[in-house]
């Protein structure tokens, strides 16, 4: 009954199954049996029950329609969860069963097999995030001198490097992750603290409890427990939604460069159930797709934080789902856009076409500064924008049409002005910050 | 590798039914079988044709690891299902397999197949809508006369029922409900455009087509092909989003009620896996964790309405996700609420001792209103102010520290003024307001 | 002190008056004013009294900073208002300075004075939006015959007409306008129920006084008091935002077409500071700029809805500023984008060649539909599929790579193969579409 | 014509003022001036013209009326103003005049300009977030011992201490705060890439004129001009969001515990305009108000990071706006918030009153953790939970209706079972978890 389907462009396999029934449920059964090994360990529980404990939690035979029921009867999955654990126990030693989950509580086990769940989840998104960070730089390094226009508010502006213009997307890919990795590893903490984050049950035995459990599950101890903050995954979230939001800035121009009235890039593409003449930005539309729901899911958590003493009623219970839908999109993003980009087609020889066919007026800028010193700038600015409104008008170059006035021929006379028109010679510090970027995004330099 | 456990405070069994996999399909299916039909009887393909589809076009063995792939390949199910309807069908008749998907583009069927389940999920909020709607009525009834505090910012203010408490809840759900259904019906409309929106491919017999799938999908016809005007779904979206915030409102006033401290009314309620004592006000947990996704999808629907000339790249990929998480997530606040108003337990003690317990402050205003006609609003602002002050620090009631003041004294003296500090005596027109709320609310007054 | 240039794109001249402390004051004193008159027309206070309050209640020196001293102190600006306004009535009236604000509490004025801020800035947005329907409905009919290519995922899908493109703008329009003005005039009620919602003070007096402060503000009679029943106006916002996507969609549109390699439609446009050739889409800049902004205001305001009890803590502080930029953003969107459509450049030529530089290919369903009644689907399917990559690799048209197959040749023979590649003989029901949903928008056809 | 008054709890003077037009413009024309001066140390402009420029770029009298007149026809604000500082300079000098903006676009400046915005309200923050945190730290040291109820989902659960409670918020509002300055401090970077991000119109000149307008300003040199790649601001404004959730967390625990029924904290509180008893939670109600605002600005900054190609139409031009929002929102927050801090009364008696009139009940977790190894901790659980029935059914306490059980009586009596019901021996770890915590928030720990 559920919507796979639906959900479809907005996951991956991997994804989805670090977050499925069958991964929730043994992360929440890890935690209790390390629970159960760690509190036998320190004394907290007798030995044999936690070993009794450890090895029977196990995913088995479990019953997913019974589980859902008891959650929506308690607000929380892990009452009966335990329950069943318990019961799981109590047939094999019903002495053993008396300290299952033994000094913690329900959002214990819960928040911590998320935490865990988000941990599988990273693995995969790590290795699309290499993929891509690798085909963007050798885009970047290929495609050094091929020129092309920049485009500002989708209009010709002056020219630029598809190197430089990759470089500027792999810059932005990677200085997001490099927040986002930060607030990962900011989530891989325990959560243990008991009825009320005070321990109070165990004692003496919470600290070597705490220790024990945080040890076998290879997580960290954070300060306290985090029952009511929720900073850690609200900004894993939101940090999240900004790195996806440097993958979406990619694909909105790859299916802008993609049009066929532009055609300087290609992606593989989708066809049409319809048009066999379609080739379709499908994996634009579908980082696209993970992106747009993004800011909401961040929108929620933010939203969720602000959480009544110490367990809130509602605002916990919406986080693990938007976590996972999150994580989920943000990685489905990051994956299609690694295939997108290793196997994107550039056409070098259409974006010389395209600069072309502006006529030169995209180097109107070029021709005034030129001239601006010898005319003054407003002088210089009119004489330029009427040559550019007269090629505009007249379908000839602007370098035929700067040309006419005999002013702007004095004051670009120094150059031989037909050299004004040359793409390749206003490039400025195209390559140079190219360069810093490439530089900037590789792993030696940021620890992510 | 579904989440179902993850999302499942976040819909119900009969929502995520209707969003299944198996009822997308069907729904899809529904559609092309319909589309045989209308086309042939119309003549825009052969008779034969459209009974081999529309006999065809039924759930069997469907292989939703290929549909995934093919879906996650094209940015689109359609495709792949139109595939495995094509050759299911020309396993049977190929000639007939010629017509399948006639005229049609991928986006009519999914998002006619969208609309199909969206109606579905509505029958089951439709009835748990009028549950809530029914016990709210019921409440807002028997307590008329069930004096108990206002708070305002927290913080006691002046009498008022709980009767007026309940219909004001009612007025909130009730004017929400309205402003929703309106949206949904609006949402049922066939999508049907072909491939850019024009049916051009369908030549004379579009509007025949038209009419017949309309019908048999008993859809209405909307003026035009909807594929990038989203305005249907963004606007029912939205309102639902309305629907639910008026839901949370009645889940955070009870859970407010329910504190120990205060303990007014209370829910069933679950309980807690450590603490034998805890009686959690689970049901309000649910509604809120519902309500806290609402605002998020919303926005996501809203943004992403900019689509792209006659189909989207993204924009519009986003939006069945969406719209599946919002109906459920509405869907599951409103079924919870109701079952949680059904069961409330008000107990109308517990709320006059809380008024007794404000030992008569809250009378403040009322004395002030009294005297000011006699001493000036200020003065008798001034004297009420400190006979307040009075009353906090020493523990006294306020009647007594008014009566310390021999010019309040003189100026309440009409009344005997302790006649002032009868709760039943300062409801004002609470039930006034109580049976107009209760009035509009009735099916009678609004359409829906 | 206040940041009128970095808001300036998202509001207009007569909408941020609209919300200018002056008028905010200005309605807040009418309210106060036309209570006093209310009270005293049925005795609720002494005639004189409320003469002298409504006479007083103007404008004069008003001193923001303690304003805004007195509102940050108390969490309302009401507070340092009403005693500002006491202040003034005493220095003329002692004894009416006793009635002041009688019977109302700091949110009945200050959310009824929001309601008619409203209503002063609805004026002008219902005369934006009667330009831009009046705008786009006479291209609609201007171009009903001017074909050019509708694009899907960006891409060349088959003809249409720019009339029908326009028509479908218009009836998003005009749909969302319908909506959001139904939610604008459920939101012209008043607020007015004292300290708790149950006019209490005011006694026997409450329905006169209602009645009659609803007739001196013209505003609707609400069933109830609403301070924390925040439906209306999150519904007003949510459907505002769903309106101005619908406004959004033309701008992006707009700015797709007017790139420089589609060149289709341009708009009048604005400068760059340093390149002279630079026409850029600054009305659809705007635009877009202002829809940016409504979703996270929408949520926002949805978000505000779960309030506490009677009267809550933040969420109703929060809302006037958030309905006082959405009302604004969504007013300058569509000041802006009636600007843009009436001033809007068509180029049908440029249309037209776009059109023909796909070399037909976007004709290739027509023939695959002409075909696949003698070949079968799928072989049709393949052949034009072939006869598509051949046309794209050599530069051909498809008319002539479809006559290099003797299987397609003779299954299009009746038809004289060319014909099929003429865009008038193939825009299908889009004339039909267009009269529909021109017809739909008309002032007849929907009340608002 | 602003709305200040509409925004007056969702800013200060301080942050109003750093994104008022005044230092926009001053901040602009700074950006002006350092550019001339970098231009002129580096020879790209002649020197004489630099110290013109330099010596002319001060705030003299604006026209803002034409700036937004000019900011709105072009959708940028810096068109105007170098229009307007053009012909500033050329008043003194023409020759001078020429070389105003050298090498510049507009989006140069005016992103620079929000930058410096920025900074100016840092400071005002760093100021408020130092004292909020030296507020909570003083608290969470002086009542290390006070008992208090652990509330979880609005419930009673088991002891813990204000000590910890404080402590927690500390944690919340030092961690968040961490990454918040981290992001700010990758905020303080120059925008500076000339028309489409390669500073081409300076030629050779680039890098120097880079580095001396960096070293002007005080700002770092980002790897490349950001113009299209916002990452920045988006995750400034994001992380902001999880700073204000903290603080929200605060303030709404502050409003709950400030119940009449609960009574254990209080803040200065405001008033009533019709309530003489009333004391309002209004510095919590406004951290509400302001943190409710900051989900929907960072769903903005998110959804406008998908820029269109080297510069975008509208994503762009949402931004500052947003930011400025959102950078006051947050501001304000804090700011109130260390007020509310500093002033908040603890009542640890009415906290001890409130832990006795559960009436043991928060204990039965304790009891049965004691119990259950002699009884099994099913049989303890059912035992306890009877006991806790009892005890609420009759109003005696859980310590005498767990002496009505033998079984229970027997398991516990090597404690003299009176001992499990002292609130100080069921405080745990709450006291390390506490020193930890703060010590985790000190300054030497954390960089920020």
């Known amino acids: 009954m559920s919507s796979r389907l639906i959900d479809g462009l ?41 070993a ?92 050094a001198g091929t020129v092309m226009l920049a485009r500002t508010l989708l209009q010709p502006a002056v020219p630029t490097t598809f190197g430089l213009k990759v470089a500027e997307w792999l810059g932005g890919v990677a200085r997001s992750w490099h927040v986002w990795a930060e607030s990962y590893d900011r989530t891989q903490v325990l959560q243990f603290g008991g009825a009320a984050g005070t321990l109070a049950s165990l004692g003496e035995h919470a600290a070597a409890v705490e220790e024990g459990l945080a040890g076998e599950l290879d997580l960290a101890i ?99 789902a938007t976590v996972a839908d999150a994580v989920q999109a943000a990685g489905a993003a990051v994956a299609v856009l690694a295939d997108t980009v290793e196997h994107l087609t550039v056409d070098h ?14 180097f109107a800028e070029r021709v005034t500064f030129e001239a601006a010193p010898h005319l003054g700038r407003e002088r210089a600015a009119d004489l330029v924008k009427a040559a550019v409104q007269s090629a505009t008008l007249s379908g000839r170059t602007l370098a035929d049409t700067v040309a006419d006035s005999a002013d702007l021929r004095a004051a670009l006379s120094s150059h031989g002005h037909a050299a004004l028109f040359v793409p390749e010679t206003y490039l400025g510090s195209a390559d140079a910050f190219r360069l810093r970027l490439i530089r900037a995004s590789l792993p030696a330099t940021r620890k992510h």
């Open 10 to 50: 907005l996951t991956t396999d991997a994804l989805s199954h670090a977050f499925s029934d069958e991964v929730l449920i043994e992360s929440m059964l890890d935690f209790e049996a390390a629970l159960a090994r760690a509190g036998a360990a320190c004394g907290a529980i007798p030995m044999p029950a936690g």
């Open 52 to 143: 009794v404990i450890a090895g029977a939690a196990r995913l088995t035979a479990v019953d997913i329609e019974a589980l859902l029921r008891g959650a929506r009867q308690n607000a929380t999955l892990s009452i009966p969860l335990v329950e069943a654990l318990t019961r799981h126990v109590a047939a094999v030693d019903p002495d053993a069963a008396r300290y299952v989950h033994w000094g913690a509580t329900s959002q214990d086990v819960y928040d911590t097999a998320i935490v865990l769940c988000v941990r599988r989840a990273w693995r995969s998104i790590q290795a699309d995030h290499a993929r891509l960070l690798s085909a963007l730089g050798g885009l970047a390094e290929t495609h």
């Open 222 to 320: 954070p300060d306290a427990p985090w029952h009511a903050q929720r900073d850690r995954f609200a900004n894993f979230v939101a940090t999240g939604g900004v790195y996806t939001g440097s993958l979406a800035k990619i694909a909105r121009d790859i299916s802008l460069l993609m049009q066929y009235e532009v055609g300087e890039v290609f992606e593989e593409g989708g066809g049409s159930s319809t048009m066999p003449h379609k080739r379709n930005p499908a994996g634009c539309a579908t980082v696209l797709a993970c992106a747009h729901r993004l800011p909401g899911l961040v929108a929620t958590m933010l939203d969720c934080m602000v959480q009544e003493q110490e367990r809130s009623v509602g605002g916990w219970h919406a986080e693990a």
């Open 349 to 362: 020889n259409r974006m010389r076409r395209n600069i072309e066919s502006t006529r030169g007026v995209i």
